[in-house]
């Protein structure tokens, strides 16, 4: 049987076309139940994908050029779960999802509901999960292999918390300044406007509208945002980012993200960076400031991690020590805790 959006529940940024829809970020998901002995994903980019059933790897798919992905199923005749993740990031583009199928004999259930918990990731590269199933020197061509954002901390705070969620994540990218100064006109707050922002600038040169490329802002309405960014700014070759420049914009994207989502609450993580570890007591003169203004809604903290994946970030053991650390955070922010 044959289904494209009828019986899917999708997570994270997509744009729902006639024929397709397509995403670039990380931890994009698609989840239906199905009594199936197999599945079966017509999908087209270059990308990476797990496939669950009930919360259990079943398979990894690569795709590139548009395919069909057949996966077997434990095929005992129940309904289960499935869940298609994409585990690479933004880099290299956008991919399209045209069909999920299962086999003739197969059908699809009714579809999963929409969780009442909700969260939002803002970060870089330590969001991503970038090469945490690497290890540091390691050739960077793995890059591409050795991502999976479902084993990273953001990932895994959501699943933990069973909450829909989006995980709007760009590595290298900074808040005012991106690493080594690389693509200057695409920081994070830029990127995060549009809904497909691996694509975004290919399709703005190519001549598309930019109003039809915008995020719809309404479409999702998180409970609590993570915020994790910075790292690029303060890293690399110098010169760093202005710290005026960066509390006034990172001020501004608050205010931006309070306007969008009356109610929500924040986050705001760091992490010690290198050469002069000026991320941490930036990002907490900025806490402190919101604080002083009379702001309730947001909670400061400072991560340990330990970067010895690849290129230096977080690997898997990591980003499960991140998940632990910040959850109860979480939880009290999204008042998720059980009492």
Same mark, same amino acid.
């Given at each position: 049987?044959?289904?494209?959006?009828?019986?899917?529940?999708?997570?994270?940024?997509?744009?729902?076309?006639?024929?397709?829809?397509?995403?670039? =970020?990380?931890?994009?998901?698609?989840?239906? *139940?199905?009594?199936?002995? #197999? /599945?079966? @994903? $017509?999908?087209?980019?270059?990308? +990476?994908?797990?496939?669950?059933?009930?919360?259990?790897?079943?398979?990894?798919?690569?795709?590139?050029?548009?395919?069909?992905?057949?996966?077997?199923?434990?095929?005992?005749?129940?309904?289960?779960?499935?869940?298609?993740?994409?585990?690479?990031?933004?880099?290299?583009?956008?991919?399209?999802?045209?069909?999920?199928?299962?086999?003739?004999?197969?059908?699809?259930?009714?579809?999963?509901?929409?969780?009442?918990?909700?969260?939002?990731?803002?970060?870089?590269?330590?969001? =991503?999960?970038?090469?945490?199933?690497?290890? *540091?020197?390691?050739?960077? #061509? /793995?890059? @591409? $292999?050795?991502?999976?954002?479902? +084993?990273?901390?953001?990932?895994?705070?959501?699943?933990?918390?069973?909450?829909?969620?989006?995980?709007?994540?760009?590595?290298?990218?900074?808040?005012?300044?991106?690493?080594?100064?690389?693509?200057?006109?695409?920081?994070?707050?830029?990127?995060?406007?549009?809904?497909?922002?691996?694509?975004?600038?290919?399709?703005?040169?190519?001549?598309?509208?930019?109003?039809?490329?915008?995020?719809?802002?309404?479409?999702?309405?998180?409970?609590?945002?993570?915020?994790?960014?910075?790292?690029?700014?303060?890293?690399?070759?110098?010169?760093?980012?202005?710290?005026?420049?960066?509390?006034?914009?990172?001020?501004?994207?608050?205010?931006?993200?309070?306007?969008?989502?009356?109610?929500?609450?924040?986050?705001?993580?760091?992490?010690?960076?290198?050469?002069?570890?000026?991320?941490?007591?930036?990002?907490?003169?900025?806490?402190?400031?919101?604080?002083?203004?009379?702001?309730?809604?947001?909670?400061?903290?400072?991560?340990?991690?330990?970067?010895?994946?690849?290129?230096?970030?977080?690997?898997?053991?990591?980003?499960?020590?991140?998940?632990?650390?910040?959850?109860?955070?979480?939880?009290?922010?999204?008042?998720?805790?059980?009492?």
């Amino acid at each position: 049987m044959d289904k494209f959006s009828e019986n899917l529940l999708f997570s994270g940024r997509w744009e729902h076309g006639k024929d397709f829809s397509r995403t670039s =970020v990380p931890a994009a998901m698609v989840q239906f *139940n199905a009594q199936a002995n #197999s /599945l079966e @994903f $017509e999908l087209e980019g270059e990308a +990476r994908f797990r496939v669950d059933e009930d919360g259990r790897q079943i398979a990894v798919l690569t795709t590139n050029s548009r395919s069909v992905n057949k996966v077997k199923t434990s095929g005992d005749g129940s309904v289960h779960r499935y869940r298609l993740i994409k585990i690479s990031e933004s880099n290299p583009g956008g991919v399209r999802l045209y069909k999920v199928s299962t086999d003739k004999a197969g059908r699809f259930a009714a579809p999963p509901k929409q969780s009442n918990r909700r969260i939002e990731f803002i970060g870089d590269s330590f969001t =991503v999960g970038f090469g945490n199933e690497g290890q *540091n020197g390691e050739d960077e #061509s /793995l890059v @591409f $292999e050795k991502t999976n954002a479902s +084993r990273s901390y953001a990932f895994l705070i959501a699943d933990g918390f069973k909450a829909d969620f989006q995980v709007n994540a760009f590595s290298g990218r900074g808040l005012v300044r991106n690493y080594d100064n690389i693509e200057p006109e695409w920081p994070v707050p830029r990127l995060y406007e549009y809904t497909v922002p691996g694509e975004a600038p290919g399709d703005l040169a190519n001549g598309l509208a930019d109003a039809l490329l915008r995020y719809d802002f309404d479409s999702f309405h998180p409970q609590v945002i993570v915020i994790f960014i910075g790292i690029n700014d303060f890293q690399g070759n110098p010169p760093y980012a202005d710290k005026g420049a960066f509390k006034k914009a990172y001020a501004g994207l608050l205010e931006k993200l309070r306007k969008a989502h009356p109610g929500v609450k924040f986050l705001l993580l760091s992490t010690k960076v290198w050469p002069n570890d000026d991320l941490t007591p930036t990002v907490k003169s900025i806490y402190d400031a919101e604080v002083a203004a009379g702001k309730r809604d947001l909670e400061f903290m400072t991560l340990q991690t330990a970067n010895v994946a690849l290129l230096g970030h977080p690997d898997i053991h990591s980003h499960e020590d991140m998940a632990k650390a910040i959850r109860s955070l979480v939880g009290r922010l999204g008042r998720w805790l059980s009492r």
